[in-house]
C-alpha cells in the first residue's frame, strides 16, 4: 500500500538538541498529522494540521503545512529524554468533513542520549 | 474517561486459522478503523465503518472482514491466516465530522506460525 516518504529514518541526538523530520507525498492532502509511538503502544497524535501554509505549535512541538499540500515537517526545540520514539506523518483526504483514511509514513526513529 | 479498548493483546495462531480482534471505541465515537503495522513500518489502512457500514477500504484482500455494532464496536476478522498476517493491529476511533485525527488503541499482536 502507499507510505509517505519521511526523512531522516532515525536521528540519535544529545539531550537539549533541535530536531526536525520532514515528509512528502505525490499526493495531495487537506489534512496533515504528526504521531508518535512508544514501544508496544498505539501512536498519539501531537499536532494536526488543516490548511496550507499553516504553521501550529504544541510546546516544543512545531509543525508546518505545506504550501503544495504535498508536505510537511515536525521540529522539536531542545529535545528530552521522554523525546524518544517513533514519529510518524501522517496525510488525509477530508471530503465532506467526514474523516476518512490515514496515510502514514514509515517513521522517524528518535533516540535522544542524556 | 477509557480510550479506545482493544482485545486480545497478544495471538497466536497457526497458518489457515482465522482469528478474530475486537475494538471498543472511545466514548461518544461513532467511526472505527482498523489499520495492520507490519514490523519497522507505518500503519496500513484496512478499512472504516461507520453507522455500521464499511465505508471505506484499503488495498487489503477479502481474507480480512470486519463489523461494526449498534454500540459503535467493532470486530476485525482474518480467514486462511498466511505467515505475511503477523503484524500489530491497531484500532482508531473518532467522530466523524469531528475536525480532527483519531484516537489509536494499544492494538493486538497478532503472529502466525
Known amino acids: 500500500g502507499q507510505q509517505l516518504n519521511q526523512s531522516p529514518q532515525s536521528m540519535f541526538i544529545q539531550e537539549g538538541e533541535d530536531v526536525s523530520m520532514n515528509c512528502t507525498s505525490s499526493?495531495?492532502?487537506?489534512?496533515w498529522l504528526w504521531y508518535k509511538q512508544d514501544p508496544g503502544e498505539g501512536p498519539v497524535l501531537l499536532i494536526a494540521?488543516?490548511?496550507?501554509?499553516e504553521l501550529t505549535s504544541n510546546g516544543r512541538l512545531t509543525a508546518q503545512f505545506g504550501i503544495t499540500r504535498k508536505d510537511s515537517f515536525l521540529n522539536i526545540s531542545a529535545s528530552i529524554p521522554s523525546d524518544v520514539g517513533i514519529y510518524f506523518c501522517?496525510?488525509?483526504?477530508?471530503?465532506?468533513?467526514?474523516?476518512?483514511?490515514?496515510?502514514f509514513g514509515k517513521g522517524t526513529l528518535l533516540t535522544v542520549n542524556p | 474517561d477509557a480510550g479506545v479498548t482493544q482485545s486480545p493483546t497478544h495471538l497466536i495462531k497457526t497458518r489457515g486459522q482465522q482469528v478474530t480482534l475486537r475494538c471498543s471505541p472511545k466514548?461518544?465515537?461513532?467511526?472505527v478503523s482498523w489499520y495492520q503495522q507490519a514490523l519497522g513500518q507505518g500503519p496500513q489502512f484496512i478499512f472504516q465503518?461507520?453507522?455500521?457500514?464499511?465505508?471505506q477500504r484499503g488495498n487489503f484482500p477479502d481474507r480480512f472482514s470486519g463489523h461494526q455494532f449498534p454500540n459503535y464496536s467493532s470486530e476485525l476478522n482474518v480467514n486462511a491466516l498466511l505467515l505475511g498476517d503477523s503484524a500489530l493491529y491497531l484500532c482508531?476511533?473518532?467522530?466523524?465530522?469531528?475536525?480532527?485525527?483519531?484516537?489509536f488503541g494499544s492494538g493486538t499482536r497478532l503472529t502466525v506460525v
Open positions: 482508531a476511533s473518532s467522530l466523524d465530522r469531528a475536525g480532527y485525527g483519531y484516537t
Open positions: 499526493s495531495i492532502f487537506n489534512t
Open positions: 494540521l488543516y490548511k496550507a501554509g
Open positions: 501522517a496525510g488525509q483526504l477530508r471530503s465532506g468533513g467526514s474523516n476518512y483514511k490515514l496515510t
Open positions: 466514548s461518544g465515537h461513532d467511526t
Open positions: 465503518y461507520y453507522e455500521e457500514e464499511e465505508r
